[in-house]
């Protein structure tokens, strides 16, 4: 059964930075693309970054490109999310995802396995 959780969520003030981490385990990591997603208040769950087996392709929302990176360590079987320049609007539950195969893209529903996410408050 593979398992995620993620952990680095807090409070931080516009601006600011912060770097969200997704430990997996029960399935070979370095077969399969990642995904990071969020779930604003009140708003559907949406795609944020996703990053290849190897770590060498990577898609990102607009919203978040050019502030956010996504990376990965698989020897540690675990995925980044580097967020930069943070505004109030990235305020968000932020959920880690892995699909069944090397997808990494924004489609949801190729994501098979969810962890139970971190909370991200950005502060004005």
């Known amino acids: 059964q593979v398992q995620l959780v993620e952990s680095g969520g807090t409070l931080v003030q516009a601006g600011g930075s912060l770097r969200l981490s997704c430990a997996a385990s029960g399935h070979i990591f370095s077969n399969y693309g990642m995904g990071w997603f969020r779930q604003p208040p009140g708003k559907e769950r949406e795609f944020v970054a996703g990053?290849?087996?190897?770590?060498?392709?990577?898609h990102y929302a607009d919203s978040v490109k050019g502030r956010f990176t996504i990376s990965r360590d698989n020897a540690k079987n675990t995925v980044y999310l580097q967020m930069n320049s943070l505004k109030p609007e990235d305020t968000a539950h932020y959920y880690c995802a892995a699909p069944r195969g090397t997808y990494y893209g924004a489609d949801r529903s190729y994501y098979d396995y969810w962890g139970q996410g971190t909370q991200v408050t950005v502060s004005s």
């Open positions: 990053i290849s087996w190897s770590g060498g392709g990577t």
